[in-house]
């Protein structure tokens, strides 16, 4: 079997942790910035972690 190609796009916005969690940036936080509240700016300003199949489906373009 070929080695397998890690997905570009995926690697540039997921990070893995030594534990083996991924972690990721929350969408919609580039632009329409004075209509969301503070506190909706602050909560999407923290990096997130992946559950469930979407952890597995990132695992498998990672090739982790």
Known sequence: ?????????????????????????????????????GSRKRRLSRVETLHGSSARNIRRKLGV
Do not use: I, W
């Open 1 to 37: 079997m070929p080695k397998l190609k890690t997905h570009s796009g995926t690697k540039k916005r997921v990070r893995v942790t030594k534990t083996g969690k991924l972690l990721h940036r929350h969408a919609r936080l580039n632009h329409f910035l004075e209509k969301k509240r």
